[in-house]
């Protein structure tokens, strides 16, 4: 019965933003795992207009 579950729940997505050393976004991801490394931030949404530059505090999702 728990295989079936597993099987049929819907796994959520999450956004990801990859930040360099300075803090500047430089890659951005949706998946269903979190990207393996240090500098991949989960963040709320995805927008291209955040690419080289720093990101928003409030698009940072803290404690995830």
């Known amino acids: 019965m728990n295989f079936l579950r597993r099987l049929l729940r819907l796994r959520s997505r999450q956004h990801y933003a990859f930040v360099d050393e300075q803090g500047c976004c430089r890659m951005l991801c ?11 931030i989960e963040v709320g949404e995805v927008r291209l207009d955040w690419i080289g530059r720093p990101l928003p505090a409030d698009a940072i999702l803290a404690g995830r």
């Open 30 to 40: 949706t998946a269903t795992n979190r990207p393996r490394g240090h500098r991949w």
